[in-house]
């Protein structure tokens, strides 16, 4: 995940101001015909960048880092819940119901944030490695489990971990810089790592490096969701722009499927989505055994490459922002002050 999440590559000009004029309508929907639309838009606001969001879909809530803060927000009106204040530069949370706790990655302070669910109230932090990044619960091995990128290491974590005084598990190496993974709930995590084109496989109960599996015709993989039922991955790739299917019990790829540019986040619920910064969030699904296709490229506004999906509707939420000419001294589009917003994906008839 890159360290500024609001700073886009260089895109024209008009082409941001199209796409800020598209964000600002609430309700609009998308001209693409398919199963998917925009059906709404949360004007949220505030200060700071953003990266991963996380769904609760039992109490209907979004979980957004912002930089500095995490917002905790209504999934069904955008309108704000809490704030959780205390990070450097944070990039995804994990929430674990039964231990009541939930987990944010902080980058700059290497570090996680432990938090809890019913208060929202900082209980303390673990120190873990440098560059802390994507965060996800595993049932499998009992742990919240996180990846450092810089560092190269897959961290576990005890979610009943003393915040005050406790310490996280001994590191995984895995050998590369990992960006995104995912965990299949029977004992192993996919990584993605973005510097060898590789997909890494660990085993969560020994945590072990298993395999790893090149990702070619991809590369630079940076999205990844998985298929439990059917055991495939989805491997969202910027170099070039493809989003790769390959089985998870052997490595082989099965399909590679264009997609558009800047692809950061990867899911997959009933369909395979792949966010992309120029405007597309990609749709994919196998039509029949073994053919996967892009059955829908829904337009959103640029910036929207980073997503969360509520795993009982099937509803998708992109955070983005309004943006504008590059600040002094820079040469990227910067995101203008108070702008920030959430774009709304449902399934077509809802």
């Not at 099937?314 to 002050?337: C, D, I």
């Amino acid at each position: 995940m890159s360290k500024i999440t609001y700073i886009l590559t260089p895109l024209s000009l008009a082409a941001l101001i199209a796409g800020a004029v598209q964000a600002q309508t609430s309700g609009s929907t998308s001209n693409d015909a398919g199963p998917y639309h925009v059906s709404q838009t949360f004007h949220v606001g505030g200060e700071g960048g953003w990266d991963y969001l996380t769904v609760d879909p039992e109490h209907k809530l979004l979980y957004v880092p912002r930089s500095t803060h995490t917002m905790v927000l209504d999934a069904t009106t955008g309108k704000s819940v809490a704030d959780i204040p205390g990070q450097k530069r944070n990039h995804g949370v994990a929430i674990v119901p039964g231990a009541g706790r939930g987990f944010i990655t902080d980058g700059e302070d290497a570090s996680v944030v432990i938090f809890d669910l019913k208060t929202y109230a900082v209980l303390g932090k673990v120190k873990v490695a440098e560059d802390a990044d994507g965060i996800t619960y595993d049932p499998a091995s009992g742990k919240v489990l996180l990846v450092c990128g810089d560092a190269g290491v897959m961290v576990p974590i005890a979610p009943d971990v003393d915040p005050k005084t406790g310490k996280a598990d001994v590191a995984v190496e895995l050998g590369g810089k990992p960006e995104s993974f995912v965990a299949d709930g029977q004992g192993k995590a996919y990584i993605n790592l973005e510097d060898k084109d590789q997909i890494a496989v660990v085993d969560t109960k020994t945590m072990k490096v298993l395999n790893k599996w090149p990702i070619a015709p991809g590369g630079s993989p940076v999205g990844l969701g998985i298929d439990r039922v059917r055991r495939r991955l989805y491997v969202g790739c910027r170099k070039p722009q493809k989003l790769i299917v390959m089985s998870a019990d052997d490595g082989k790829i099965l399909a590679d499927l264009p997609i558009g540019a800047g692809v950061d986040v990867t899911h997959f619920e009933g369909d395979a989505f792949a966010s992309c910064r120029d405007g597309t969030l990609a749709v994919a699904r196998e039509t029949a055994p073994g053919k996967f296709e892009i059955v829908q490229n829904v337009s959103t506004p640029k910036g929207a490459r980073t997503m969360g999906i509520d795993a009982t509707t099937h509803t998708v939420y992109l955070p983005t922002a309004e943006f504008g000419p590059p600040a002094q001294g820079q040469t990227r589009p910067s995101a203008k002050p108070g702008s920030f917003m959430i774009v709304v994906v449902s399934p077509s008839g809802t």
